[in-house]
């Protein structure tokens, strides 16, 4: 039986007022060989297209995986990637973008897994309701990394689906309305019995929103590690969350 896949932990480039700088970069990231990195990026409608058409850089040895785009006009344009650590590394990780829009990106490390299995970005085009992402044949005891972005910055707490999923644990939200991005994190840790699964939330309602669900899967068995706490620097604006 799989264990678990462990969260390290997540670093934000703009926990408040994210800015159009480009690139951006999270900086000193302390990673083992056999972990895996998710980016997580979000920035204001373009148009329709689609303005990450650059894979994140740095680091040493790493190669990066698409885990999904939306670019639809009158959505927040998302992109996701996923990457294999193969060597012990401080590394730092840099993004940019096409646009000239505000903007930010997240990023996790993630250790005793069994690398990426389902995923999907998806959205409901310019009509309000509540994300939801549906995984297709998600592996028993992975996790999920979800995402959204919502174009109509709704505010209001964050409910969560917890249906056959578990609780999430949210790791980041952020909102401004003057910039209009409203971006929030969450993950699931252990989403039980294999199976389809749905991610998302119940509230707020009224969202023109964009998501992504990313499953991690979960080990080989044994006990997970202890999370390790390192060094870390971005922009100004950067941010660490290890829980």
């Given at each position: 039986?799989p ?6 932990a ?12 480009k690139?951006?970069?999270?900086s000193?990231i302390?990673?083992q060989?056999g ?14 297209t689609n303005?990450?058409t650059?894979a994140?850089?740095g680091?040493?040895?790493l ?11 009158g959505?927040?344009?998302r992109?996701?990637?996923?990457a294999?650590?193969g ?15 505000p ?7 993630w250790r ?15 009509t ?17 990394h979800?995402?959204?972005?919502d ?16 609780t999430a644990n949210?790791?980041?939200y952020?909102?401004?309305?003057t910039?209009?991005i409203q971006y929030?994190?969450?993950v699931?840790?252990?989403?039980g019995?294999a199976?389809n ?17 990313i499953?991690?899967l ?5 006990p ?7 060094p870390?620097h971005s ?5 660490m969350?290890?829980?």
């Amino acid at each position: 039986m799989p264990t678990p896949p462990t969260r390290v932990a997540s670093y934000i480039t703009d926990s408040t007022a994210p800015t159009n700088t480009k690139p951006k970069t999270i900086s000193g990231i302390p990673m083992q060989n056999g972990d895996l990195l998710v980016v997580d990026a979000v920035t204001y409608d373009n148009a329709g297209t689609n303005v990450f058409t650059t894979a994140p850089t740095g680091g040493s040895g790493l190669t990066w995986t698409s885990s999904g785009v939306v670019a639809v006009s009158g959505l927040e344009s998302r992109a996701a990637w996923s990457a294999p650590v193969g060597s012990d590394q401080t590394a730092s990780i840099t993004l940019t973008h096409t646009a000239t829009h505000p903007w930010l990106f997240t990023l996790t490390v993630w250790r005793a897994h069994g690398g990426v299995g389902a995923f999907l970005a998806t959205h409901n085009g310019v009509t309000g309701g509540t994300p939801s992402v549906a995984l297709s044949g998600v592996q028993e005891n992975s996790a999920i990394h979800y995402s959204n972005g919502d174009w109509n910055v709704t505010t209001g707490a964050r409910t969560y689906l917890s249906s056959g999923v578990g609780t999430a644990n949210e790791v980041f939200y952020v909102l401004d309305g003057t910039i209009q991005i409203q971006y929030n994190m969450a993950v699931y840790p252990d989403v039980g019995a294999a199976g389809n699964k749905t991610v998302g939330q119940s509230a707020p309602t009224g969202q023109r929103w964009a998501a992504i669900g990313i499953e991690v899967l979960g080990g080989a068995g044994g006990p997970p590690p202890a999370p390790v706490e390192g060094p870390h620097h971005s922009n100004a604006m950067a941010r660490m969350r290890i829980f």
